[in-house]
Protein backbone atom coordinates (compact mmCIF):
# COMPACT_ATOMS: atom_id res chain seq x y z
CA UNK A 1 0.00 0.00 0.00
CA UNK A 2 1.16 3.69 -0.97
CA UNK A 3 1.53 6.03 1.76
CA UNK A 4 0.81 9.51 1.39
CA UNK A 5 3.51 11.31 2.61
CA UNK A 6 5.61 9.32 0.21
CA UNK A 7 3.16 10.24 -2.77
CA UNK A 8 3.72 13.41 -1.15
CA UNK A 9 7.62 13.36 -1.76
CA UNK A 10 7.28 11.65 -5.16
CA UNK A 11 5.04 14.37 -6.59
CA UNK A 12 7.13 17.20 -5.34
CA UNK A 13 10.17 15.14 -7.02
CA UNK A 14 9.21 14.74 -10.06
CA UNK A 15 7.44 18.65 -10.32
CA UNK A 16 10.86 19.85 -9.27
CA UNK A 17 13.37 17.60 -11.06
CA UNK A 18 15.82 17.77 -8.25
CA UNK A 19 16.08 16.40 -5.03
CA UNK A 20 17.93 19.29 -3.93
CA UNK A 21 14.72 21.49 -4.59
CA UNK A 22 12.43 18.73 -3.65
CA UNK A 23 13.83 18.43 0.04
CA UNK A 24 13.50 22.45 0.22
CA UNK A 25 10.20 22.37 -0.40
CA UNK A 26 8.77 19.90 1.20
CA UNK A 27 11.34 20.60 4.56
CA UNK A 28 13.13 16.81 4.38
CA UNK A 29 16.60 16.18 3.63
CA UNK A 30 17.65 14.51 0.38
CA UNK A 31 18.46 11.32 1.84
CA UNK A 32 15.04 10.79 3.22
CA UNK A 33 13.84 11.76 -0.85
CA UNK A 34 16.14 9.51 -2.12
CA UNK A 35 15.07 6.14 0.36
CA UNK A 36 11.66 7.41 -0.91
CA UNK A 37 12.03 6.50 -4.52
CA UNK A 38 13.40 3.27 -3.28
CA UNK A 39 10.79 2.02 -1.25
CA UNK A 40 8.17 3.02 -4.08
CA UNK A 41 10.58 1.69 -6.90
CA UNK A 42 11.05 -1.57 -4.70
CA UNK A 43 6.93 -2.15 -4.10
CA UNK A 44 6.51 -1.39 -7.61
CA UNK A 45 9.63 -3.71 -9.37
CA UNK A 46 9.99 -0.78 -11.93
CA UNK A 47 12.08 3.06 -12.06
CA UNK A 48 10.26 5.62 -11.88
CA UNK A 49 13.17 8.21 -12.75
CA UNK A 50 16.00 8.42 -15.04
CA UNK A 51 18.96 10.79 -14.87
CA UNK A 52 19.37 13.65 -17.52
CA UNK A 53 22.16 15.67 -16.89
CA UNK A 54 21.29 16.97 -13.35
CA UNK A 55 17.64 16.06 -13.55
CA UNK A 56 15.85 13.86 -12.86
CA UNK A 57 13.21 12.94 -15.50
CA UNK A 58 10.38 10.78 -15.34
CA UNK A 59 10.06 7.15 -16.77
CA UNK A 60 7.19 6.38 -18.71
CA UNK A 61 5.99 4.53 -15.68
CA UNK A 62 6.72 7.52 -13.65
CA UNK A 63 4.52 9.52 -15.49
CA UNK A 64 1.56 7.18 -15.44
CA UNK A 65 2.19 6.62 -11.33
CA UNK A 66 2.82 10.96 -11.26
CA UNK A 67 -0.86 10.95 -12.37
CA UNK A 68 -2.22 8.67 -10.53
CA UNK A 69 -0.42 9.60 -7.36
CA UNK A 70 -2.09 13.76 -7.73
CA UNK A 71 -5.30 12.24 -8.35
CA UNK A 72 -4.87 9.81 -4.83
CA UNK A 73 -4.07 13.14 -2.76
CA UNK A 74 -6.58 15.26 -4.22
CA UNK A 75 -8.90 12.67 -3.12
CA UNK A 76 -7.46 12.37 -0.14
CA UNK A 77 -7.30 16.39 0.11
CA UNK A 78 -11.42 16.28 -0.41
CA UNK A 79 -12.10 13.04 2.20
CA UNK A 80 -10.11 15.67 4.91
CA UNK A 81 -12.32 18.78 3.84
CA UNK A 82 -15.47 16.58 4.39
CA UNK A 83 -15.14 15.06 7.67
CA UNK A 84 -13.57 18.24 9.09
CA UNK A 85 -16.53 20.25 7.58
CA UNK A 86 -19.17 17.03 9.41
CA UNK A 87 -17.14 18.13 13.03
CA UNK A 88 -17.34 22.15 12.06
CA UNK A 89 -21.24 22.31 10.69
CA UNK A 90 -21.41 25.50 8.14
CA UNK A 91 -18.00 26.95 7.97
CA UNK A 92 -14.53 26.20 6.27
CA UNK A 93 -13.22 27.49 2.45
CA UNK A 94 -15.53 28.44 -0.32
CA UNK A 95 -13.32 28.68 -3.37
CA UNK A 96 -15.54 30.41 -6.00
CA UNK A 97 -14.90 31.79 -9.83
CA UNK A 98 -16.81 34.39 -11.09
CA UNK A 99 -16.90 36.53 -14.42
CA UNK A 100 -16.40 39.69 -14.33
CA UNK A 101 -19.82 41.10 -14.79
CA UNK A 102 -21.08 38.23 -11.94
CA UNK A 103 -18.16 39.98 -9.87
CA UNK A 104 -19.44 43.38 -9.42
CA UNK A 105 -23.10 43.16 -10.19
CA UNK A 106 -24.67 39.74 -9.01
CA UNK A 107 -22.03 38.01 -6.63
CA UNK A 108 -21.60 40.80 -4.09
CA UNK A 109 -25.33 40.38 -2.58
CA UNK A 110 -25.28 36.73 -2.17
CA UNK A 111 -21.73 36.15 -0.44
CA UNK A 112 -22.56 39.09 1.74
CA UNK A 113 -25.93 36.81 2.99
CA UNK A 114 -23.73 33.54 3.06
CA UNK A 115 -21.63 35.50 5.37
CA UNK A 116 -24.37 36.75 7.38
CA UNK A 117 -26.07 33.01 7.60
CA UNK A 118 -22.85 31.38 8.06
CA UNK A 119 -20.20 33.99 10.18
CA UNK A 120 -17.23 31.10 9.76
CA UNK A 121 -17.10 30.51 6.12
CA UNK A 122 -14.13 31.98 4.53
CA UNK A 123 -14.67 33.16 0.74
CA UNK A 124 -11.42 32.98 -2.04
CA UNK A 125 -12.22 34.75 -5.46
CA UNK A 126 -10.85 34.18 -8.43
CA UNK A 127 -12.25 36.88 -11.22
CA UNK A 128 -11.27 36.05 -14.48
CA UNK A 129 -12.21 34.65 -18.21
CA UNK A 130 -15.00 32.04 -17.92
CA UNK A 131 -12.83 29.69 -20.07
CA UNK A 132 -9.47 29.78 -17.28
CA UNK A 133 -12.33 29.46 -14.38
CA UNK A 134 -14.04 26.63 -15.78
CA UNK A 135 -10.75 24.53 -16.55
CA UNK A 136 -9.83 25.33 -12.76
CA UNK A 137 -13.26 24.10 -11.81
CA UNK A 138 -12.48 20.61 -13.53
CA UNK A 139 -9.04 20.77 -12.20
CA UNK A 140 -10.74 20.92 -8.73
CA UNK A 141 -9.23 24.41 -7.68
CA UNK A 142 -12.45 25.74 -7.42
CA UNK A 143 -15.49 24.32 -5.84
CA UNK A 144 -18.17 27.03 -7.98
CA UNK A 145 -17.88 28.85 -10.79
CA UNK A 146 -20.19 32.12 -11.03
CA UNK A 147 -20.44 32.79 -15.03
CA UNK A 148 -22.03 32.30 -18.61
CA UNK A 149 -23.56 29.20 -18.64
CA UNK A 150 -22.41 26.97 -21.96
CA UNK A 151 -24.18 24.03 -23.71
CA UNK A 152 -21.30 21.58 -22.15
CA UNK A 153 -21.61 23.16 -18.67
CA UNK A 154 -25.72 22.80 -19.17
CA UNK A 155 -25.86 19.31 -20.34
CA UNK A 156 -23.03 17.28 -20.01
CA UNK A 157 -23.51 14.69 -16.81
CA UNK A 158 -19.78 16.01 -16.23
CA UNK A 159 -21.42 19.65 -14.91
CA UNK A 160 -24.34 20.40 -12.08
CA UNK A 161 -25.44 23.87 -13.67
CA UNK A 162 -27.88 26.30 -11.02
CA UNK A 163 -29.49 28.91 -13.96
CA UNK A 164 -30.20 32.24 -12.43
CA UNK A 165 -30.11 35.34 -14.34
CA UNK A 166 -30.09 36.57 -17.99
CA UNK A 167 -27.78 39.08 -19.48
CA UNK A 168 -27.06 40.26 -22.82
CA UNK A 169 -23.11 41.02 -24.33
CA UNK A 170 -23.80 44.03 -27.11
CA UNK A 171 -21.43 45.87 -29.37
CA UNK A 172 -20.12 49.30 -28.16
CA UNK A 173 -18.24 52.21 -28.66
CA UNK A 174 -16.92 55.57 -27.26
CA UNK A 175 -19.78 58.00 -26.79
CA UNK A 176 -18.64 60.24 -29.86
CA UNK A 177 -17.18 57.30 -31.80
CA UNK A 178 -17.93 58.27 -35.46
CA UNK A 179 -20.33 55.18 -36.16
CA UNK A 180 -23.12 57.12 -34.29
CA UNK A 181 -22.96 59.50 -37.22
CA UNK A 182 -25.36 58.14 -38.96
CA UNK A 183 -27.79 55.15 -39.38
CA UNK A 184 -26.01 51.91 -38.27
CA UNK A 185 -26.37 48.30 -40.08
CA UNK A 186 -24.04 45.35 -39.46
CA UNK A 187 -21.74 46.28 -42.08
CA UNK A 188 -20.58 49.24 -41.01
CA UNK A 189 -18.87 47.15 -38.37
CA UNK A 190 -16.42 45.71 -40.41
CA UNK A 191 -15.18 49.34 -41.00
CA UNK A 192 -13.65 49.58 -37.75
CA UNK A 193 -11.14 48.01 -35.23
CA UNK A 194 -12.02 45.97 -32.43
CA UNK A 195 -10.61 45.41 -28.85
CA UNK A 196 -11.54 41.85 -27.92
CA UNK A 197 -11.40 38.79 -25.32
CA UNK A 198 -8.74 35.87 -25.87
CA UNK A 199 -10.11 34.05 -28.63
CA UNK A 200 -10.94 30.72 -25.97
CA UNK A 201 -13.44 32.83 -24.42
CA UNK A 202 -16.96 32.24 -25.48
CA UNK A 203 -18.29 35.68 -25.85
CA UNK A 204 -15.66 36.41 -28.98
CA UNK A 205 -16.21 33.17 -30.25
CA UNK A 206 -19.99 33.60 -30.62
CA UNK A 207 -19.46 37.12 -32.20
CA UNK A 208 -17.15 35.58 -34.68
CA UNK A 209 -19.16 33.06 -35.68
CA UNK A 210 -22.25 35.49 -36.30
CA UNK A 211 -20.28 37.83 -38.31
CA UNK A 212 -19.34 34.18 -40.46
CA UNK A 213 -22.86 33.49 -39.97
CA UNK A 214 -24.04 36.73 -41.89
CA UNK A 215 -21.33 36.60 -44.75
CA UNK A 216 -18.89 38.84 -43.31
CA UNK A 217 -15.21 38.72 -42.49
CA UNK A 218 -14.56 38.44 -38.68
CA UNK A 219 -13.97 41.42 -36.90
CA UNK A 220 -10.36 42.81 -36.93
CA UNK A 221 -8.80 42.37 -33.74
CA UNK A 222 -6.07 45.30 -32.87
CA UNK A 223 -6.16 44.77 -29.53
CA UNK A 224 -6.47 41.42 -27.15
CA UNK A 225 -6.81 41.88 -23.07
CA UNK A 226 -7.37 38.72 -20.32
CA UNK A 227 -8.85 41.90 -18.43
CA UNK A 228 -12.32 42.70 -18.74
CA UNK A 229 -12.33 45.36 -16.09
CA UNK A 230 -10.16 47.06 -18.44
CA UNK A 231 -12.20 47.21 -21.53
CA UNK A 232 -14.34 50.30 -21.43
CA UNK A 233 -11.04 52.77 -20.90
CA UNK A 234 -9.27 51.09 -23.66
CA UNK A 235 -12.62 50.97 -25.70
CA UNK A 236 -12.55 54.52 -24.68
CA UNK A 237 -9.32 56.23 -25.86
CA UNK A 238 -8.78 54.23 -28.78
CA UNK A 239 -12.14 54.75 -30.68
CA UNK A 240 -12.21 50.67 -31.18
CA UNK A 241 -15.73 48.80 -31.14
CA UNK A 242 -15.88 46.09 -28.17
CA UNK A 243 -18.48 43.54 -26.91
CA UNK A 244 -19.22 43.57 -23.55
CA UNK A 245 -22.08 42.92 -20.85
CA UNK A 246 -24.73 45.50 -21.33
CA UNK A 247 -25.02 45.91 -17.74
CA UNK A 248 -21.20 47.80 -17.78
CA UNK A 249 -23.09 50.74 -19.54
CA UNK A 250 -26.00 51.64 -16.98
CA UNK A 251 -24.92 55.34 -14.88
CA UNK A 252 -22.01 55.25 -12.31
CA UNK A 253 -21.43 51.92 -14.19
CA UNK A 254 -17.65 51.03 -15.20
CA UNK A 255 -18.92 51.40 -18.76
CA UNK A 256 -20.64 54.28 -18.07
CA UNK A 257 -19.02 56.71 -20.92
CA UNK A 258 -19.43 54.11 -23.57
CA UNK A 259 -22.39 53.79 -26.02
CA UNK A 260 -24.35 50.47 -27.31
CA UNK A 261 -24.50 49.70 -30.59
CA UNK A 262 -27.98 49.14 -31.17
CA UNK A 263 -28.21 45.75 -33.76
CA UNK A 264 -29.73 42.78 -32.86
CA UNK A 265 -27.64 40.43 -34.96
CA UNK A 266 -24.91 41.55 -32.85
CA UNK A 267 -27.05 40.72 -29.43
CA UNK A 268 -25.98 37.64 -27.60
CA UNK A 269 -28.38 36.45 -25.06
CA UNK A 270 -26.80 34.49 -22.58
CA UNK A 271 -27.58 32.98 -18.86
CA UNK A 272 -25.39 33.21 -15.69
CA UNK A 273 -25.60 30.58 -13.02
CA UNK A 274 -23.62 28.89 -10.66
CA UNK A 275 -21.87 25.37 -12.22
CA UNK A 276 -20.17 22.60 -9.72
CA UNK A 277 -18.31 19.23 -10.82
CA UNK A 278 -20.63 16.59 -10.19
CA UNK A 279 -17.88 14.49 -8.50
CA UNK A 280 -16.54 16.97 -6.38
CA UNK A 281 -16.89 17.30 -2.99
CA UNK A 282 -20.22 19.87 -2.11
CA UNK A 283 -19.29 21.32 0.94
CA UNK A 284 -22.11 22.40 3.14
CA UNK A 285 -20.91 25.99 2.96
CA UNK A 286 -20.95 26.06 -0.70
CA UNK A 287 -24.41 24.03 -0.72
CA UNK A 288 -25.42 27.16 1.46
CA UNK A 289 -24.73 29.41 -1.63
CA UNK A 290 -26.53 27.81 -4.16
CA UNK A 291 -29.47 27.32 -1.91
CA UNK A 292 -29.24 31.39 -1.28
CA UNK A 293 -28.61 32.27 -4.97
CA UNK A 294 -31.74 29.93 -5.72
CA UNK A 295 -33.88 31.83 -3.45
CA UNK A 296 -32.11 35.76 -4.09
CA UNK A 297 -34.12 38.00 -6.23
CA UNK A 298 -31.84 38.04 -9.20
CA UNK A 299 -33.91 36.34 -12.07
CA UNK A 300 -36.11 40.04 -10.96
CA UNK A 301 -33.30 41.54 -12.81
CA UNK A 302 -33.09 40.74 -16.49
CA UNK A 303 -34.88 37.23 -16.34
CA UNK A 304 -33.97 34.12 -16.93
CA UNK A 305 -32.99 33.24 -20.76
CA UNK A 306 -32.21 30.61 -23.20
CA UNK A 307 -28.59 30.40 -24.21
CA UNK A 308 -28.52 30.68 -27.79
CA UNK A 309 -28.79 27.25 -29.39
CA UNK A 310 -24.93 28.40 -31.45
CA UNK A 311 -23.70 29.57 -28.12
CA UNK A 312 -19.69 28.36 -28.26
CA UNK A 313 -18.11 26.04 -26.02
CA UNK A 314 -15.48 27.45 -24.09
CA UNK A 315 -14.33 23.98 -22.92
CA UNK A 316 -12.60 22.88 -26.05
CA UNK A 317 -9.25 23.24 -24.48
CA UNK A 318 -10.46 20.95 -21.91
CA UNK A 319 -11.32 18.54 -24.06
CA UNK A 320 -7.71 18.51 -25.82
CA UNK A 321 -6.50 17.18 -21.93
CA UNK A 322 -9.10 14.39 -21.55
Known amino acids: MIDLRDANYFVAIAETGNLALAAEKLGRTQPALTKCIQRLEADLR ?3 FRHEGRRLALTEAGSIFHLRM ?6 AAEVRREISDLGAGIAGLVRIGSAATAAEYMLPALTAELIRQAPAVTLELTVGMNDVLVRALVE ?3 DLVFGPL ?3 TRETDRFEAYPLVGDDVVAVASNDHPIFEQPITIDDLSRYKWVLSGRAVATRQWLENRFRSLGLETPRVQMETSSISLLPRLIAETKLLSFISRRNLTPGAVGSQLREI ?3 ETTMRREFGLIRLRDAYFTPAAKL ?5 GESNLKADGGA ?3 PPSEPDPLSIERDHA
Not at 289 to 293: D, S, T
Request: aromatic share 4%; net charge negative; no cysteine.
Open 46 to 48: TEL
Open 70 to 75: LGMLQY
Open 140 to 142: KNL
Open 150 to 152: TQT
Open 262 to 264: PLT
Open 289 to 293: LVQIA
Open 305 to 307: MEA
